[in-house]
C-alpha cells in the first residue's frame, strides 16, 4: 500500500548557523525562486546527489 506524504517521510538535520544565515540571505533577495529553507536545502542536495552519481 502506498503511504502518504506525511511527517514520518521526513527527517531533521543539523547545519551551521553561518549556512542558514547564507540561506535566509538569498531567500530575502529571492534569488534562485526558493519559498523556504527546506526548498532550497532539498534541492541542493539533491543537486549534490545528482552530481556524485554522475561520477
Known amino acids: 500500500m ?3 506524504k506525511g511527517s514520518s517521510d521526513y527527517v ?3 547545519i551551521p ?14 534569488k ?10 532539498a534541492d541542493a542536495v539533491r543537486r549534490r546527489i545528482e552530481d556524485l552519481l554522475k561520477s
Open 32 to 41: 534562485g525562486g526558493y519559498r523556504s529553507r527546506t526548498e532550497f536545502v
Open 12 to 14: 531533521t538535520v543539523q
Open 17 to 30: 548557523k553561518e549556512l542558514v544565515d547564507m540561506i535566509d540571505m538569498i531567500l530575502a533577495e529571492h
Open 2 to 4: 502506498p503511504r502518504s
